[in-house]
């Protein structure tokens, strides 16, 4: 079964927009959510990640927002450029165990119009 | 620092043949884990590699095995391929074991195809 549920599945923004996906997990014991970024014929990319002791993280025009009560992050991408347009990923792991194996959402295809 | 490299980059093989699919992380990262990306089920955890002992497997059969090197090279082996084998197979290279290093870097994968 999917530990990591993803949404949208696709999603088209104009060029300056916002874009937002939306994930949500049941396993209390993650406690690291990366988001990758894969263009076609590319493996996947770490763009941004995060530990659930925080509850915002910001980095350039990518920020992840975590609500660890309701076991749900999402990833914002502000002012969407053509270049942003991928598919997007959202992981999750447990380190309690020493385990590194990453579940990893569906995925969102984002296509930003210019 | 050089990436993580994956060859060879496509493979085509028919019904039955096994298939080795090899994986050099980046330089002094230790771990190497595998995945397997399908349109249907996506990204899927296959196993992990670390100090030439295996970590931890996913929920494949045992024609999907692995083995990693001294030098940490990794290879991937599937035996007797269905059609439904056919996927893109990733590797992925992490330090494991350094403090404050999360991050699980991703070669380019290797596209199997299955006939």
């Known amino acids: 079964q999917q530990q990591v549920k993803q949404s949208p599945q696709s999603l088209i923004v104009q060029k300056g927009g916002i874009s937002i996906i939306n994930c949500a997990y049941e396993?209390?014991?993650?406690?690291?959510f990366p988001w990758y970024q894969q263009f076609p014929g590319k493996g996947p990319a770490l763009l941004i990640a995060?530990?659930?002791?925080?509850s915002e993280k910001k980095e350039g025009r990518f920020t992840i927002s975590f609500n660890k009560s309701a076991k749900q992050f999402s990833l914002h991408i502000m002012d969407s450029q053509p270049g942003d347009s991928a598919t997007y990923f959202c992981?999750?792991?447990?380190?309690?165990?020493?385990?590194?194996?990453?579940?990893f959402g569906a995925g969102t295809t984002v296509t930003v119009r210019a | 620092k050089a990436g993580v490299t994956q060859t060879p980059r496509y493979l085509i093989k028919t019904r039955g043949q096994q298939v080795t699919l090899s994986c050099s992380p980046i330089s002094g990262h230790r771990s190497v884990s595998w995945y397997q990306q399908t349109p249907g089920q996506g990204l899927q955890f296959l196993f992990e590699?670390?100090?030439?002992?295996?970590?931890n497997k996913g929920n494949f059969p045992g024609r999907f095995s692995g083995r990693q090197f001294s030098n940490s090279r990794s290879e991937m082996n599937v035996s007797t391929l269905e059609l439904g084998d056919s996927a893109l197979y990733l590797c992925a290279s992490h330090p494991r074991g350094a403090s404050g290093t999360d991050t699980q870097y991703f070669g380019p994968g290797t596209r199997l195809t299955v006939l």
């Open positions: 992981a999750a792991t447990s380190h309690l165990s020493n385990d590194y194996k990453l579940s």
């Open positions: 396993n209390t014991a993650f406690d690291y």
């Open positions: 590699y670390f100090s030439e002992t295996q970590r």
């Open positions: 995060i530990r659930p002791d925080v």
